[in-house]
C-alpha cells in the first residue's frame, strides 16, 4: 500500500510564492511518475506539472516560467515551487503517484490566492 500526503497550501496575495510537498510512503520504489494535479471549484481536475523517474518533465501552459517541479528521492518527495501566484491559481491541488500501473492520489491541499 502507498500513502500520499500534501501539504504546503495556504493563503498567499497575488504575486506570492507556495512551496507544495508531495511525500509518498510505503512500497514506492518503483515510482513511474509523480504529478501534481488542480482543481478549482466547478472545474474539471487538471494536469500542473509531472515529472518521471528519469527526469523528464512536462508543465501546463499556463504555470510554465512560474512553477517548478522537482523531488528529493532520498525524501521520497516531490515539490511544486509556486512563483508569481495568480488568482486563477486558486484550486485544490493534488498529487498523483504512479507505481506500475497503479494510480494513488492524496486528499489535496488547498491553495488560494488573494487579488
Known amino acids: 500500500q502507498v500513502q500520499v500526503v500534501e501539504s504546503g497550501g495556504g493563503l498567499v496575495q497575488a504575486g506570492g510564492s507556495l512551496r507544495l510537498s508531495c511525500a509518498a510512503s510505503?512500497?514506492?520504489?518503483?515510482?513511474?511518475?509523480v504529478g501534481w494535479y488542480r482543481q478549482a471549484p466547478g472545474k474539471q481536475r487538471e494536469l500542473v506539472a509531472r515529472?518521471?523517474?528519469?527526469?523528464?518533465?512536462n508543465y501546463a501552459d499556463s504555470v510554465k516560467g512560474r512553477f517548478t517541479i522537482s523531488r528529493d528521492n532520498a525524501k521520497s518527495t516531490v515539490y511544486l515551487q509556486m512563483n508569481s501566484l495568480k488568482p486563477e491559481d486558486t484550486a485544490v491541488y493534488y498529487c498523483q503517484v504512479v507505481i506500475m500501473r497503479a494510480v494513488y492520489w492524496g486528499q489535496g491541499t488547498q491553495v488560494t490566492v488573494s487579488s
Open positions: 515529472i518521471s523517474s528519469v527526469g523528464s518533465i
Open positions: 510505503g512500497s514506492i520504489s518503483s515510482i513511474n511518475l
